[in-house]
């Protein structure tokens, strides 16, 4: 099993920016790719960015591209998720996921293991 918990959510102005942390814990020898999902009020869960554990690839979607940054320790077991320009359509609970596959997915039931979320708010 894999445990995940994320932190470093909260309240910012449109413009400014947050750093998530997610914190692994367990076989985590058996996770190849980590991601960030979101999921606003009334909305799916959508894919933001992942990264391979091994190589550091990383893919991003469209909408977050060019303000997100992933990045990862492996010694420690932590990945991260820089968020800079927050626009206020980035609300929403921002979730951590590890996956055993070595490919990056973005479809949510790829995914083996999942944090709570920490809620991000941005306001205008």
């Known amino acids: 099993q894999v445990q995940l918990v994320e932190s470093g959510g909260g309240l910012v102005q449109a413009g400014g920016s947050l750093r998530l942390s997610c914190a692994a814990s367990g076989r985590t020898f058996s996770m190849n790719a980590m991601a960030w999902f979101r999921q606003a009020p009334g909305k799916e869960r959508e894919f933001v960015a992942g990264i391979k554990r091994s190589a550091g690839v990383t893919y991003y979607a469209d909408s977050v591209k060019g303000r997100f940054t992933i990045s990862k320790d492996n010694v420690q077991n932590m990945v991260y998720l820089q968020m800079n320009s927050l626009k206020p359509e980035d609300t929403a609970v921002y979730y951590c996921?590890?996956?055993?596959?070595?490919?990056?997915?973005?479809?949510?039931?790829?995914?083996?293991?999942w944090g709570q979320g920490t809620q991000v708010t941005v306001s205008s």
């Open positions: 996921a590890a996956d055993r596959r070595s490919n990056i997915a973005t479809m949510i039931e790829e995914y083996d293991y």
